[in-house]
């Protein structure tokens, strides 16, 4: 949808809002009963959740009217029902368009046994902090809702994540950039994945899904190797079908790689890139089970194995200290027929 200019815009209505905007929510009941919700809406025919108090992650997301992301049986859930102990994780993991996982482990739950023996979670802490200093505005043609998160330790470690989320306020697409920082005077590993969730409808046996081709693909388990031949290809959902999970590794090709998912049946396409140079991986979760139907598109600074099988495998990043890193994950979505 093209923009109008601020003079046309208030010709035509009383007040931004009839079009476009961010409002606050607070939520009243179920699990998820006292969390904040911002909720944003483009007159491009995009609406989505940002979440401030679990991380600013991505919840509902929706264009046209359409539903694009994957939700758990879980639902949305307050922070205080995250707990960050063995086999927790399955009891509150909402989905959502996007869950950010780390900041110091990505992947199974893990014993640090060759760290300091620190416990971590499945897919870290980071999704359980709220954000501080938030802010959300729509002014200047674009939707911003920006907020701190920050996961410590006394004694351990100190990590800032300044996160800044935008959206043209005429147009259908959002981005999320992120500023990862060190706050202490020791090196810190680190670890990060976007965790980005498509469900039904977009997600069905009509749809295709496109990766860059100049890549390199290690499947997870023997089960994922032998439907290797069939990574790209959806179908409808199967009773008691195994996930499979890929990892793919894409040759730098001067810009930001990007991965597709299109239902040409419903007229909608996807769009994920992302900062290579930050998220050398895109890990895939292809799950067509029956009631845990998903496609996730996750770019990645490491693999998802665990802190420790990360650093055995020499693929744990680390931060200097007070040195920051940036991040950027971009989502748009488009007409397959335009």
């Known amino acids: 949808m093209e923009g109008l200019s601020m ?21 009243d009941e179920g699990n998820a009963r006292g969390a904040a919700v911002y909720q ?34 879980n639902g ?51 999704h359980g902090q709220s954000a501080r200093g938030l802010s959300a505005s729509a002014e200047g043609g674009v939707i911003r809702v920006s907020g701190t998160v920050r996961e410590t330790e006394q004694w351990r470690h100190n990590l800032s994540l ?44 009509d749809a295709t899904l496109e990766l860059p081709e100049d890549r390199k693909v290690t499947p997870r388990s023997p089960w994922a190797e032998a439907g290797l031949a069939d990574q790209c290809r959806c179908t409808a959902p199967i009773d008691g079908e195994e996930e499979r999970v890929y990892f793919n ?24 890139s992302w900062s290579l140079d930050t998220l050398p991986i895109l890990s895939q979760w292809k799950c067509m089970r029956s009631g845990e139907y998903v496609l996730a598109l996750e770019p990645s600074t490491c693999y998802t194995m665990g802190r420790l099988e990360e650093r055995r495998h020499g693929s744990m990043r680390t931060l200097a200290p ?17």
């Not at 944003?40 to 264009?63: E, I, M, N």
């Not at 029902?81 to 869950?99: A, I």
């Not at 007070?322 to 335009?338: I, K, N």
């Open 7 to 27: 003079e046309s815009l208030y010709r035509h209505v009383g007040t931004e809002e009839q079009v476009y905007g961010v409002r606050r929510l607070i939520l």
């Open 40 to 73: 944003v809406s483009t007159a491009g025919g995009l609406d989505f959740d940002v979440l401030p108090d679990s991380g600013l992650d991505v919840g509902r997301l929706r264009w046209r009217g359409v539903n694009v992301n994957y939700m758990t049986k």
């Open 76 to 126: 949305y859930d307050a922070p205080s029902r995250f707990l960050p102990v063995p086999d927790n994780f399955d009891h509150t993991f909402p989905g959502g368009m996007m869950y950010t996982c780390g900041l110091l482990s990505v992947g199974p739950q893990c014993r640090d046994e060759e760290g300091d023996g620190e416990f971590h979670p499945l897919h870290g802490r980071y």
């Open 162 to 205: 300044k996160r800044v989320i935008t959206a043209p306020a005429w147009g259908s697409e959002l981005l999320v950039e992120d500023e990862v920082t060190n706050l202490t005077p020791q090196p810190v590993e680190y670890a990060l994945l976007y965790h980005c969730n498509f469900g039904w409808p977009l997600l069905d046996a």
């Open 249 to 272: 590794e894409v040759r730098p090709a001067g810009e930001d790689p990007r991965a597709r998912l299109i239902n040409r049946r419903l007229g909608i396409g996807a769009e994920l």
């Open 322 to 338: 007070f040195a920051s890193v940036r991040t950027r994950v971009r989502l748009r979505f488009f007409d397959p027929e335009d």
